[in-house]
C-alpha cells in the first residue's frame, strides 16, 4: 500500500486570505528599492573607485549568473525545507542577512579600502574595487535567494485558487514599482547625507555618502517589510513523503540529487510550460537591450552627448542620462497602476495570455520607434556660441524629449505584465500538472533560466553586435523589437490559457494536458 503526501504545506489546498498575500508580496518592495539603487548610483561609484571599464563587465554579469545559480538551487532546497520555521521563511530571513552584509561592503568599501593601506589620491583604490566586487555579487545572491522563495510562498498562500495567484503576483508587480519609485527618488536626493552626517568621510566624498544613506534606507525598509510578513504570516512545516513498505515501516521518499532534480524537471515539463519558457525567453531578449541602456541611449543618441567626449559632450550626456531618470520614475509609476488592473483587462481580452501577446507588441513598438526619436533628435541638433567663443550643445527639442519620454512611460505597461503575468502562470502550471518531482521553488527556478540566459547574452554581445553597425544603442533596440513581436506571435498562437477551475483535479479533469 502507499500514501501519497502533499508536497507543499497544507495551506496549498486551501488559500490564504488576501491581506497576507498583499503582506508577502510587499516584500518586494524593499528588494526592488535596492535593485533601483544598484541601477541609477552603483555606476558612477564605480567611476569613483576606479574600476577599468573591462573589469566592470564583468562585475555587471554577477546578476544573470547568481539568477542562473542561485534560484534553482533556492528553489530546489526551499521545496524541500523541513524547518520548524517553514520551507520558505528560512531563506528570506538568510536572504535578507546577506543583502545587509552586502551593503555595508558596498557602502563602506572606500573606507575600508583605506583602512587597508588605499591611498586617497590614488586613481585606482584597488582593495576597495575588491570590496565592493565581492559585496556587489553576494547583494546579487541575497536579492536571488529572496526573490525565489518570495514567489513560492506566494504560490503556496494562493492554494489551488488560479485567480489568488494571479493577484497575488500582480500585487508582487505593484510593490516592485514601489520600491523602484522610492529608490529612484532616494537616488534623486543630492544631500540625503545629512540625514547620517557620518557618513562622509575623508575616503568617502558627498557622492559616497548619500550611496551609503541611500543603502541605510533601504536596509531600514526592507527589514520593516521582512518582519511584518515573517511574523503575520504563518507557514506550516514540511515533511517530506512516505511510503508504506509491505512491513507497515515508514522510509523516507529518496530524493534525487539537485542537478538530478533539475533534469527531472526540465525532462518533466509539460508543453504549456515549455511555450511559457520560450515567450519569457524572446520577451527578455526584447527587454534587456533597453533595460541596459536606456538611460545610455538618452544621453548619446537623443542629447547627442558623449560619456568619454569633451566636457562639453558629457555635461550633455549627464544631462540626458537625468532625463532618462526621469523616464525610468514615469515607467514606474505606470508599472505600478498597471499591475493593479491585469486580472480585470485580462478578463476584457479573453486571457492573460492574449494581454501578454498584445503587450509584447506594444513592446515592439516602442523598441522600433527608439529608431524614429533617435533620428529626429540627430537631424534637430543645436548649439549656441557664448561671448568667449565656446559652443554649447542645446538640449533636445521639447516635442523629441516628450516622444523620448513618452516610450518610457509607456513602456511601463508591458513591464508591468512582464513582472507579473509569467510567474503566475508557471505557478499555475506546476500546480495542474504532475511534472516530476519539481515544486514551486525548483519550477520558477527553471522559468528563470529563461530570464537570466538572455541576459548573459545580452551583456556579453550588445556592445560588440551594436559596434559592427557603427556603435550606438540601435542595432540592439532593433533585434529587441524583432524578439519582442515574435514572443507576442508565440503567446497569442501557441501559448494556452490558463485553467480557469478552482482546483488542480478540476483543471485535469476539464482536459488541460
Known amino acids: 500500500m502507499e500514501v501519497e503526501a502533499a508536497r507543499g504545506t497544507a495551506a496549498d489546498n486551501a488559500s490564504s486570505p488576501l491581506r497576507k498575500i498583499i503582506c508577502v508580496a510587499s516584500i518586494a518592495a524593499g528588494v526592488q528599492f535596492g535593485w533601483a539603487l544598484q541601477l541609477s548610483l552603483l555606476t558612477p561609484y564605480v567611476q569613483l573607485l576606479g574600476i577599468p571599464h573591462k573589469w566592470s563587465s564583468l562585475i555587471w554579469l554577477c546578476g544573470p549568473v ?47 579600502g583605506h583602512v587597508l593601506g588605499d591611498s586617497l589620491d590614488a586613481d585606482m583604490k584597488s582593495r576597495a574595487i575588491l570590496l565592493f566586487a565581492l559585496g556587489f555579487w553576494i547583494l546579487d545572491v541575497a536579492n536571488n535567494t529572496m526573490q525565489g522563495p518570495c ?77 511584518i510578513a515573517l511574523c503575520y504570516v504563518s507557514e506550516k512545516p514540511w515533511s517530506p513523503e512516505f511510503d508504506l513498505t509491505d512491513s507497515g515501516d515508514k522510509k523516507a521518499a529518496n530524493k534525487p540529487a539537485f542537478f538530478s532534480d533539475i533534469a527531472v524537471a526540465m525532462k518533466g515539463l509539460e508543453r504549456p510550460m515549455w511555450i511559457l519558457i520560450l515567450v519569457t525567453c524572446l520577451n527578455w531578449i526584447a527587454w534587456f537591450p533597453f533595460l541596459l541602456f536606456d538611460t545610455d541611449w538618452m544621453g548619446k543618441e537623443v542629447y547627442g552627448g558623449n560619456s568619454s567626449g569633451t566636457e562639453e559632450e558629457l555635461r550633455v550626456y549627464d544631462n540626458g542620462v537625468r ?5 525610468l520614475m ?58 568667449n567663443g565656446d559652443i554649447h550643445m542645446l538640449p533636445p527639442l521639447a516635442g523629441i524629449k516628450a516622444g523620448a519620454l513618452a516610450i518610457f512611460t509607456v513602456l511601463g505597461i508591458p513591464l508591468a505584465v512582464t513582472y507579473s503575468v509569467p510567474f503566475a502562470l508557471a505557478s499555475i502550471f506546476c500546480k495542474i500538472s504532475d511534472s516530476g518531482s519539481a515544486g514551486q521553488g525548483l519550477s520558477l527556478g527553471v522559468l528563470n533560466l529563461a530570464i537570466v540566459i538572455p541576459q548573459m547574452v545580452v551583456s556579453l554581445l550588445g556592445g560588440p553586435f551594436d559596434s559592427l553597425f557603427g556603435g550606438g544603442n540601435l542595432p540592439a533596440f532593433v533585434v529587441g523589437a524583432v524578439a519582442a513581436a515574435a514572443s507576442g506571435i508565440v503567446a497569442l498562437t501557441l501559448l494556452p490559457p490558463p485553467p480557469s477551475g478552482a482546483t488542480a483535479s478540476q483543471s485535469l479533469s476539464g482536459g488541460f494536458h
Not at 83 to 92: D, H, N, T
Not at 192 to 209: G, Q, R, S
Not at 323 to 327: C, N, R, S, V
Open 323 to 327: 532625463a532618462g531618470a526621469l523616464g
Open 151 to 227: 514567489r513560492a510562498l506566494l504560490a503556496d498562500l494562493s492554494g489551488d485558487d488560479h485567480k489568488k495567484t494571479r493577484s497575488a503576483n500582480y500585487f508582487f508587480s505593484f510593490f516592485m514599482a514601489v520600491g523602484n519609485v522610492l529608490g529612484y527618488a532616494a537616488g534623486s536626493i543630492t544631500h540625503l547625507y545629512h540625514v547620517f552626517p557620518f557618513t562622509k568621510t575623508a575616503a568617502c566624498d558627498v557622492y559616497c555618502a548619500n550611496l551609503k544613506s541611500c543603502f541605510f534606507l533601504s536596509i531600514a525598509l526592507l527589514l520593516i517589510v521582512i518582519i
Open 330 to 387: 514615469l515607467n514606474s509609476i505606470v508599472l505600478g497602476i498597471v499591475s493593479l488592473g491585469i486580472e480585470t483587462v485580462s478578463r476584457m481580452l479573453g486571457g492573460v495570455q492574449k494581454l501578454w501577446g498584445i503587450v509584447n507588441f506594444i513592446l515592439a513598438i516602442c523598441l522600433a520607434l527608439t529608431v524614429l526619436i533617435t533620428k529626429l533628435a540627430e537631424s534637430n541638433r543645436r548649439s549656441t556660441v557664448s561671448a
Open 66 to 112: 547568481s539568477g542562473m545559480i542561485v534560484q534553482p538551487i533556492v528553489g530546489y532546497y526551499s521545496d524541500n525545507c523541513t524547518s520548524r520555521f517553514g520551507r520558505r521563511k528560512p531563506f528570506i530571513f538568510a536572504g535578507t542577512i546577506l543583502v545587509a552584509i552586502a551593503v555595508f561592503m558596498i557602502g563602506y568599501a572606500a573606507d575600508l
